[in-house]
């Protein structure tokens, strides 16, 4: 059964960077055949796809938020990270971590989600 | 970017009745088009992928269909347990869209 579980700070201060991790168990990262990606939620709001990285530290991201945007991988815990700079109140959302799956096109498993609100 | 544009925003429904959603695409995506349900305070979950293939574990009152610009999402005979925002995502371009969301509601 996979699973991805995000963590990190649920509280970030205007202008600062808000960083998060998600740990995945019931495959590898390194497997292939995935992509890994973030996406969120704004409070009452729609979906909005941040960005994804392969095992091989490749990366895609959103235009939109290319600018302030990191995402990193780490294949030796099996995680994968977020760093967004500069963050103003329009950040605040729920972050979701999830699997896409290449061959067919969807995202297949998702974290929970956590919410980060940026506030000062 | 690709605009994922649905409707209705809200609908209204009673157990028992069968609904369909609509999904319309800014271009054509052939049928990258996937499905999903969001119940509050949860993730989304995966419906639907290709336009018109269940995904594992989805009863078969769910149904996809379209190709190109224009998709439904049909349940039928709704349960209790369908009620819930219904969101459909775009993979043919790698800048990732969804839909605005719609809000499946008990009459």
Not at chain 2, 60 to 83: A, E, H, K, V, Y
Not at chain 2, 86 to 93: A, E, H, I, K, L
Request: some cysteine; glycine content about 10%; hydrophobic content about 30%.
């Amino acid at each position: 059964q996979v699973q991805l579980q995000e963590s990190g700070p649920g509280l970030v201060k205007p202008s600062q960077t808000l960083s998060l991790t998600c740990t995945v168990s019931g495959d590898s990262i390194s497997s292939g055949g995935h992509h890994w990606s973030w996406i969120r939620q704004n409070p009452g709001k729609g979906l909005e796809w941040i960005g994804y990285i392969f095992y091989t530290g490749s990366t895609t991201y959103n235009p939109s938020l290319r600018s302030r945007l990191t995402i990193s991988v780490d294949t030796s815990k099996n995680q994968f990270s977020l760093n967004l700079t500069s963050v103003t109140a329009a950040d605040t959302a729920v972050y979701y971590c999830a699997r896409y799956t290449m061959s067919s096109g969807p995202f297949d498993y998702w974290g929970q989600g956590t919410l980060v609100t940026v506030s000062s | 970017d690709i605009q994922m544009t649905q409707s209705p925003a809200s609908l209204s429904a009673s157990v028992g009745d069968s609904v369909t959603i609509a999904c319309r695409a800014s271009q054509s995506i052939s049928t990258y088009l996937n499905w999903y349900q969001q119940k509050p305070g949860k993730a989304p979950k995966l419906l639907i992928y290709t336009a018109s293939t269940l995904q594992s574990g989805v009863p078969s009152r769910f149904g996809g269909g379209g190709s190109g610009t224009d998709f439904t999402l049909t349940i039928s005979s709704l349960q209790p347990d369908d009620f819930a925002t219904y969101y459909c995502q775009q993979s043919y371009s790698t800048l990732y869209t969804f839909g605005q969301g719609t809000k499946l509601e008990i009459k």
